[in-house]
């Protein structure tokens, strides 16, 4: 199936479920409600539910406690029917979170959606540890994603660039060992807070972040002056609104990055795979098709494997918390990352 037959079933899937009180035609995974407040005081229920392009609208329910729970009822017995789950979260102001759990083909996918023009958030890419031989081929040293953000205060963390590691002997094998504090140099440019850390001999897709904070998505070799964060990836998705094409077919879970026409919204989507039965991951066209459903008019494909991880900091517990399910069992150490710093929040 192409990308255009994908978003057509999209549509068709949409076409089919009831449309709720505010008008908006929710997409089946949104089956399931997310109840965000419940007034002690009146009857009134605030709900969230995803429309079909993945973003949050917010309806206002008059209702009684046995109409609740038929409403309930109703919710689960639809979420059943349809065996999908939708349910959506607020940890920052500015930071919405998406995730979908699918049965056809088996599907769990986290989605981050950030406000670029919130004043309080900041986008950063931060490598692993020091770099271990100086002007020698590696660059930095592998890390836990959740270790770089607890260093450098992050909201919310994925997974960055593609990266290579020293082959090491071991009971006469030859093996690629991804421990943390061993040697990596990242395969694209890299840059943070305005230091250029890597270069590439061959342009590469990458998300960058100005020094005046604007953010976009373009190919580069080396980081200009004012290219003050910068995370690679290996292959575009989306390039000006129009679909690149890919011949690889292969499913794997993903990371991946796209902004929307005006660059106000950042989109992170984290898929898991290699879990059957569970989660199979997305191919290319999977993941353009659900780049363009969520809005995006630029993406890039990130790191992807065992390193696919989103994590976020629990504002209560200041604590982060890995949303997906890493195919290692825990988050693999990495060779850098591109995380969210939210002022307000580290302040409480």
Not at 52 to 67: A, D, E, Q, T, Y
């Amino acid at each position: 199936m192409n990308i255009v037959q994908h978003v057509s079933e999209l549509k068709q899937r949409r076409k089919g479920a009831k449309t709720q009180s505010d008008g908006v035609r929710p997409s089946p995974g949104a089956a399931a409600w997310l109840i965000s407040r419940v007034s002690n005081t009146s009857k009134r229920l605030d709900v969230e539910h995803c429309c079909g392009r993945g973003r949050p609208h917010s309806g206002v329910f008059i209702c009684k406690p046995l109409s609740y729970l038929f409403i309930v009822v109703l919710t689960v017995l639809s979420t059943r029917a349809l065996a999908e789950i939708s349910v959506t979260n607020r940890p920052f102001a500015g930071i919405a979170i998406f995730s979908e759990t699918r049965t056809n083909p088996p599907t769990r996918l986290f989605v981050a959606e950030i406000d670029l023009t919130n004043p309080h958030i900041q986008l950063h890419v931060a490598p692993g540890g020091a770099d271990p031989d100086g002007d020698g081929k590696w660059e930095t040293t592998l890390m836990r994603p959740t270790m770089i953000a607890e260093r450098e205060k992050f909201a919310l963390v994925v997974n960055g660039d593609f990266y290579e590691v020293p082959r090491v002997e071991e009971g006469g094998a030859t093996n690629l060992v991804y421990r943390v504090a061993g040697w990596a140099a990242v395969h694209g440019p890299a840059a943070s807070s305005g230091k250029v850390w890597s270069t590439s001999k061959e342009t590469r897709p990458c998300l960058v972040v100005g020094k005046d904070g604007k953010v976009t998505i373009r190919h580069i070799s080396r980081p200009k002056t004012n290219d003050w964060e910068v995370v690679s990836g290996n292959v575009m998705l989306l390039r000006d609104g129009k679909v690149v094409p890919h011949e690889n077919k292969v499913r794997h879970p993903r990371t991946v990055v796209g902004l929307n026409k005006q660059a106000t919204k950042m989109i992170l989507l984290v898929v898991d795979g290699r879990k059957p039965g569970v989660a199979v991951g997305m191919n290319y066209d999977e993941l353009t098709a659900e780049m363009l459903r969520l809005g995006c008019d630029d993406a890039l494909n990130l790191d992807g494997g065992g390193s696919s991880v989103l994590a976020v900091r629990d504002a209560v517990k200041k604590e982060f918390r890995i949303l997906n399910a890493p195919t290692d069992g825990r988050e693999r150490a990495v060779a850098n990352v591109l995380g969210v710093t939210v002022e307000a929040a580290l302040k409480r």
